[in-house]
């Protein structure tokens, strides 16, 4: 399958390239193809958001991922307040955010370069749903893939994506 035709795929399901004049991404593996970033590391596809647990590395990376988030969900316009402190030495950490004035903070003790799972869990809760798709995960042992599809396209999507199970 060619690229184009895995893009055409893609885009019946309701999942379509950020900028469609940059996209080029260098392998036609459908999964490469899904997980494809910019130079920054950003997903490139609209309405799917890829990424590894152990991603914890830098203090920036709890409000990053909920930038991910909400560009993958279509809701950057929506998200506010965005903060975080992270003490990588398993000390009193956060982070919060305002989705559409609702703020939102979760504390913890980071431990390692893990995310912390209710961190993780009250990010999902809060931007993990959006109205008239269907949310399909990819487990890759160490994190996923999160893909929104239009409703009737589970099993386009699954074609191409036979792991992919609703989530």
């Known amino acids: 399958m060619t690229t184009d035709q895995i893009l055409a795929r893609l885009a019946a399901c309701g999942i379509s390239p950020v900028d469609p004049t940059s996209f ?14 910019d130079d920054d590391g950003v997903g490139t596809l609209r309405y799917v958001l890829a990424y590894d647990a152990e991603m914890i ?11 991910e988030w909400a560009r993958a969900t279509d809701r950057s ?36 370069d893990w995310i912390h799972p209710d961190a993780a869990d009250a990010i999902i809760d809060q931007l ?11 487990d890759n042992g160490q994190g996923g893939v999160y893909a929104w599809v ?15 199970e609703r989530a």
């Open 128 to 138: 993990g749903s959006v109205e008239g798709r269907t949310r399909l995960f990819i």
């Open 57 to 67: 590395d830098d203090k920036t990376a709890y409000t990053d991922w909920i930038h």
């Open 150 to 164: 239009l409703p009737g396209t589970v099993d386009q999507f699954t074609e191409l994506f036979p792991e992919a």
């Open 77 to 112: 316009d929506a998200i506010g307040d965005v903060q975080s402190h992270v003490d990588f030495d398993g000390g009193a950490s956060f982070v919060q955010w305002s989705l559409n004035g609702t703020r939102t903070r979760v504390d913890f003790e980071q431990e390692g």
């Open 24 to 37: 080029a991404p260098e392998d036609d593996d459908p999964f490469f193809i899904l997980t494809d970033v």
